[in-house]
């Protein structure tokens, strides 16, 4: 059991790991169990939705990733309408829905036919109402926390505020925020004829869980709600943009993402066993006892952009390749050494 309660800890998590890059993690056991874990969702925004699927290893067989990815499976998103909607196969473990928009009035449920025959379907889901972000704000503060090596240290922390308007949305809603960051950094070296921009890509709530439920506010406003939390450093020097998701979710999703929060934030270590058992919506058809790991989620979504550096703060911070420096630091010779850095501008970039 303890070895189970290891993996199924490791699994649940593995939906925060989106735009990052990691250590391979090897455990030293042994054991048979494999478990479907789901990555997936759509919203009532039109676009392209991935959905990942991936089975939890076989531990001292093959390699050890905790991971593998699941192909040649038959995915489709289906309706209690009886229309489907299929996924194509990007890659191996991640199928893609192209140009879909959810829509109110109906309940969407994913289909998903593994290789071995093995049927799972989430249970059928209506869209929320949705609520609209009104401001997003920013507040730079001196903090002093204990490190992992259990030192105590001192640093600026940038904290993102929003206040939300929920007056529109019957009953209150159940809100859940995602935060990703994009950052510009310019080349910056000694003789150099021609500086070069890059535009990186960062996660901010990585293991960092946002959620909120609207019927514990007085009134129909969310004021200055924190929605992430990131160092105070040189990305904010030039120019730093927050991509803001805020889903209206429901109360069985967010029960299921508070339960996920209260095992991330338990006080022990990684091999102690989680609090509870933590239980998704998809299932196996021809065995419910077969619980998936994950949850798939049909949500309301409004989205925002807000660009932020250090002359809005007035709270100077140096960028990285600024200035003399007696060593020319990674990257400011040539910014794509970063990791996921790009060229391109980016379409909605600000300068």
């Not at 048979?32 to 997936?40: A, F, I, M, N, S």
């Not at 109110?104 to 869209?127: C, E, M, W």
């Not at 950052?183 to 946002?210: M, S």
């Not at 989205?303 to 960028?319: A, C, E, G, H, T």
Request: charged share 25%; aromatic share 14%.
């Amino acid at each position: 059991m303890r070895k189970k309660n290891i993996l199924y800890l490791l699994a649940i998590a593995f939906p925060f790991l989106l735009w990052t890059c990691v250590d391979e993690i090897k455990l030293n056991v042994d054991t048979e169990q494999r478990t479907l874990v789901v990555d997936g969702f759509v919203t009532d925004s039109l676009g392209d939705f991935q959905l990942k699927l991936s089975q939890s290893a076989v531990i001292g067989i093959g390699n050890d990733n905790i991971l593998d990815p699941v192909s040649n499976a038959t995915v489709q998103l289906m309706d209690t309408d009886g229309s489907t909607y299929p996924y194509t196969a990007l890659e191996d473990g991640v199928y893609q829905l192209s140009n879909f928009k959810a829509l109110r009035g109906k309940s969407y449920f994913i289909d998903i036919v593994l290789p071995d025959g093995n049927h799972y379907q989430s249970t059928p889901a209506a869209l929320r109402s949705s609520s609209s972000i009104e401001d997003v704000t920013f507040e730079v503060s001196e903090e002093t926390f204990r490190n992992n090596a259990g030192e105590f240290v001192t640093e600026n922390l940038i904290k993102a505020k929003i206040t939300t308007d929920v007056s529109q949305a019957d009953p209150p809603p159940f809100l859940r925020w995602r935060v990703f960051g994009e950052y510009q950094i310019q080349e910056g070296y000694p003789g150099a004829l021609a500086l070069r921009r890059c535009y990186v890509k960062v996660n901010l709530d990585l293991n960092d869980i946002r959620l909120f439920d609207a019927s514990q506010i007085n009134g129909d406003v969310l004021y200055e709600q924190v929605i992430a939390e990131a160092t105070y450093d040189f990305r904010f020097g030039e120019q730093f943009c927050l991509h803001i998701s805020q889903f209206s979710i429901s109360e069985e999703e967010f029960t299921y993402w508070n339960n996920i929060k209260e095992v991330i934030d338990i006080d022990g270590g990684l091999f102690d066993p989680p609090p509870g058992t933590v239980v998704g919506n998809i299932r196996n058809v021809d065995n419910p006892n077969d619980v998936a790991v994950g949850y798939f989620s049909v949500a309301s979504i409004f989205f925002q952009r807000k660009f932020v550096n250090s002359d809005d703060l007035d709270f100077f911070i140096r960028p990285k390749c600024a200035g003399f420096q007696r060593f020319t630091p990674f990257g400011c010779r040539d910014c794509l050494e970063i990791n996921g850095a790009v060229r391109e501008r980016p379409y909605y970039w600000e300068f």
